[in-house]
């Protein structure tokens, strides 16, 4: 690929602009859209405007805007640092942009790159930080694209953390000495304590922290221990706070059932570690797991605990949170989509539905080995909706028990394998039917089974029947 496929036409730079005037000609969408735009920055604006249009009008007078309702004349650019022709005239746009050249002043005419000097970026504003996308004017649909992408991604908070940071300046290069000691103090800055009291609006409790780090810059960062669920799979199912903490993580401690792509989202220079927790292969037992947790938070490691589903539904965080108390490492939990609602979705299926089921139970169904009925089955006979978490080795026990309880052998009953993804697989029945289940050994990954009256309400056009050929591949499903 030729080099000059990687070199822009434009040199992207942020032009000072506070108190300066910026100009902005027109009355319609092409004018209102540059003004709001320039008003996220404290340049004094001015709109030439002499017939604007009813809702710029109405912006134009709820804000500090200067509104000149006079024609355009070349005069009028005079002593602006920036002007944009924005009257959806091109002709008009086009002596604007001459004017503005003449006296050797940057102008843009909107829609007309090649009467442009500058072009308008897709802005991110976290003030003082800003993120501008620009494509020369090839691409703005896909600039704001990009824009969405990143708002989304970016703390609301980043802004009030930079500002704590200028604040600080003075102070660090007082306490902090220069070079890498330096910057290791703002990166724990900007990725620990401080950064995570700001983002929960403790603005008073991110200064003592940072207080505290100045203080201590030359000594360990303490560790932090995030325990994140990451969802059923599907990488735009994780939550935007677990990206984060991603994209923050020195290590990331992660199971079986979490996708590689997943694990993937994380820092690039991040350790990665495999724990291997499924059902039946375990390369790491929970209290090796937790004793590695311990030995990471000691060595100041801030570390994500990546854990398949939600970690608070059978995921054992319990164990994890009580380990990390005791020997006082400072952890937080991080909730994920547990698999029961990725299943429910991958079906349209209502797991509450009025006048139907009114209630919802997650099981295992493990416990149905004991003599007892466990509370859960006696709430199926109720009406609640069931999830079985792991249901393929147990379908057999679980239809067995509920029918002999009383449960209808016609109860419909939805069946999902790798729920949330893209390669699920979708199969239905009924009660009677479910044995058939643990015959289908081809479903290798995780399986969801739900039980209970309001499944029927689910939409099965892209599910196979339970019922078949044993030997028969389950549906697969793209959507």
């Known amino acids: 690929m030729a080099a000059t496929e990687y070199q822009l036409s434009v040199f992207p730079a942020f032009v000072k602009v506070a108190g300066a005037v910026v100009a902005v000609f027109g009355n319609g969408a092409e004018a209102f859209a540059k003004a709001r735009l320039i008003k996220n920055t404290s340049a004094r604006v001015i709109a030439y405007a002499d017939r604007p249009r009813a809702d710029y ?37 086009r002596a604007i942009v001459a004017a503005a050249r003449d006296r050797n002043i940057p102008a843009n005419a909107v829609d007309q790159p090649e009467h442009c000097d500058f072009f308008t970026p897709a802005l991110v504003n976290r003030a003082p930080i800003a993120v501008a996308i620009g494509t020369e004017g090839a691409g703005p649909v896909l600039s704001q694209m990009i824009r969405a992408e990143i708002d989304r991604r970016l703390p609301k908070t980043l802004g009030r953390l930079a500002r704590l940071a200028e604040d600080c300046r003075a102070a660090v290069d007082r306490t902090v000495p220069r070079g890498s000691a330096r910057r290791a103090f703002w990166r724990r800055f900007f990725r620990g304590d401080v950064a995570s009291a700001v983002e929960k609006g403790d603005v008073a409790g991110a200064r003592r922290n940072a207080v505290r780090l100045m203080r201590g810059s030359s000594s360990a960062e303490p560790g932090r221990i995030f325990l994140v669920g990451a969802g059923p799979g599907a990488e735009d199912l994780l939550t935007l706070r677990a990206h984060r903490l991603l994209i923050e993580a020195d290590t990331i401690v992660y199971d079986a059932l979490v996708p590689q792509a997943v694990v993937d989202m994380g820092r690039r220079d991040a350790e990665r570690i495999s724990v291997g927790k499924r059902k039946g292969c375990h390369t790491k037992s929970q209290d090796e797991i ?6 990471l938070g000691r060595a100041g490691k801030r570390v994500v605990r990546l854990k398949s589903g939600d970690p608070l539904v059978f995921g054992r965080a319990g164990e994890e949170m009580a380990v990390l108390r005791n020997a006082g490492i400072p952890y937080e939990v991080v909730p994920g989509i547990t698999a029961a609602f990725a299943a429910a979705a991958d079906f349209e299926l209502p797991l509450t539905l009025r006048g139907v089921a009114s209630s919802l139970v997650f099981t295992t169904g493990h416990d149905l080995n004991g003599e007892a009925l466990p509370d859960w089955a006696r709430l199926a006979l ?11 080795t147990v379908a057999a026990s679980v239809a067995a028990r509920l029918m002999a309880a009383g449960l209808a052998d016609d109860t419909t009953v939805a069946v999902v ?8 697989r979708l199969l239905h029945g009924t009660l009677r039917e479910l044995p058939d289940l643990e015959a289908r050994t081809e479903l290798e990954g995780p399986v969801m089974v739900i039980i209970g009256d309001a499944v029927a309400g689910a939409n099965f056009d892209r599910s196979e029947p339970l019922r078949g050929k044993v030997a028969r591949r389950a549906t697969l499903v793209r959507i």
């Open 417 to 424: 394998e790798n729920a949330g993804r893209d390669e699920r």
């Open 57 to 93: 009008a109405e912006f134009l007078a709820t804000s500090d805007i200067e509104v000149r309702r006079e024609p355009f004349a070349a005069t009028q650019v005079e002593g602006a640092v920036l002007v944009f022709a924005a009257t959806g005239d091109a002709a008009a746009d």
């Open 382 to 392: 109720s009406g609640a909706t069931v999830a079985v978490y792991m249901g393929r």
């Open 290 to 295: 937790n004793a590695l947790l311990v030995a």
